[in-house]
């Protein structure tokens, strides 16, 4: 079983619920979120699961960028930008040792709809990103920004 790690993006939105995800319908908005450091007592392994940028329920995908946090690019190894449901829906096999920036490669325009029994406010997904076979020798951080808009005929 992966071990899943959330960012402090993700976990104010679980806190909090994603009512508080504000947005303006027909706008296109930005996402950032951060996973600072990685330390030699939290390494990055295969299989783990970053939750790095919640998306509310109707979010249409725009665009995806991954940046790695220098040293953590001199480390070896595969990583893909997915969700829950599809773990590469974004980015697939991107390089950690070759891609400083990785940038999406398909699912332009995927749109998030949750209508699976959950209360209103707790309504979103996140954009995950989800390590393969890693070799992690130093330490560094990760970046990852989203461009989403929720139509208004959707809000």
């Not at 976990?11 to 027909?26: E, F, I, T």
């Not at 001199?74 to 930008?81: E, K, L, R, T």
């Not at 406010?121 to 989403?148: C, E, H, K």
């Amino acid at each position: 079983m992966p071990t899943t790690v959330t960012s402090t993006a993700v976990a104010a939105v679980v806190a909090n619920g994603a009512h508080l995800m504000s947005y303006v319908p027909g706008r296109i908005m930005c996402s950032y979120a951060s996973k600072t450091t990685f330390a030699a007592t939290e390494t990055i392994s295969a299989g783990l699961v970053l939750q790095m940028v919640p998306v509310p329920s109707g979010a249409r995908i725009l665009g995806v960028t991954v940046a790695m946090g220098i040293p953590l690019d001199a480390a070896a190894g595969v990583f893909s930008v997915g969700d829950g449901s599809l773990t590469n829906r974004f980015i697939t096999g991107a390089s950690i040792s070759t891609s400083i920036v990785a940038r999406m490669t398909q699912g332009l325009g995927y749109k998030y709809s949750l209508s699976d029994g959950v209360v209103a406010p707790l309504r979103f997904d996140t954009i995950d990103v989800n390590f393969g076979a890693v070799s992690q020798t130093t330490t560094g951080s990760l970046i990852m920004q989203v461009y989403w808009v929720v139509e208004a005929t959707d809000a």
